[in-house]
T-cell receptor, first 112, second 114 residues
């Protein structure tokens, strides 16, 4: 089955700096790669996703890149703000109705 | 519109008791997932329902865990003879028809077994 590894497990950045979280996956059949943000006491919220037919996707201050050959994908947050502090999860999924495999999560702290 | 809802939000139970956790998915969503999240850990897949297909139960940790989905909508996760290691947040998510990719999570039920 699919195995998703995520690092770092914790990340502290100064407000305004950039944050990068990296994930690798093992199943070449995976073609959908979402990122979720989980704030304390809440369920994960989908913030951005990328499919295997593109290499990069941006949405305001967040971007995701995908390297299918190397089987890794990354989340980039620019101009970080205190409200970006949360746990971020990457995930990978094959096409169709299949289960999603999540990474272990990265706790991001943005220091004002 | 309304998101995924779960009830109760918190449940404290004594070891050995049975518990039922409820999930109301987003209306029209055909897929429903249950996950377990232990303190400070990632999401552990438990079970997945898709339409009228047989559920994928491959993540259930023991036969004390079971789930059903009635009428293709509401789902109940049942844990029998609860153990302290069952203490965790139980999250439910649903996906719209089509690719089934995007998952929308509920707020979770925090289960504490004393």
């Amino acid at each position: 089955g699919e195995n998703v590894e995520q690092h770092p497990s914790t990340l502290s950045v100064q407000e305004g700096d950039s944050a990068v979280i990296k994930c690798t996956y093992s199943d070449s059949a995976s073609n959908y790669f979402p990122w979720y943000k989980q704030e304390l006491g809440k369920g994960p919220q989908l913030i951005i996703d990328i499919r295997s037919n593109v290499g990069e996707k941006k949405d305001q201050r967040i971007a995701v890149t995908l390297n299918k050959t190397a089987k890794h994908f990354s989340l980039h947050i620019t101009e970080t703000q205190p409200e970006d502090s949360a746990v971020y999860f990457c995930a990978a999924k094959p096409g169709g109705y299949q289960k999603v495999t999540f990474g272990i999560g990265t706790k991001l702290q943005v220091i004002p | 519109g309304a998101g995924v809802s779960q009830s109760p939000s918190n449940k404290v139970t004594e070891k050995g008791k049975d518990v039922e956790l409820r999930c109301d998915p987003i209306s029209g969503h055909t897929a429903l997932y249950w996950y377990r999240q232990s303190l400070g850990q990632g999401l552990e897949f438990l079970i997945y329902f898709q339409g009228n297909s047989a559920p994928d139960k491959s993540g259930l940790p023991s036969d004390r865990f079971s789930a059903e989905r009635t009428g293709g909508s509401v789902s109940t996760l049942t844990i029998q003879r609860t153990q302290q290691e069952d203490s965790a947040v139980y999250l439910c998510a649903s996906s719209p028809p089509g690719s089934g990719d995007e998952q929308y999570f509920g707020p979770g039920t925090r289960l504490t077994v004393t």
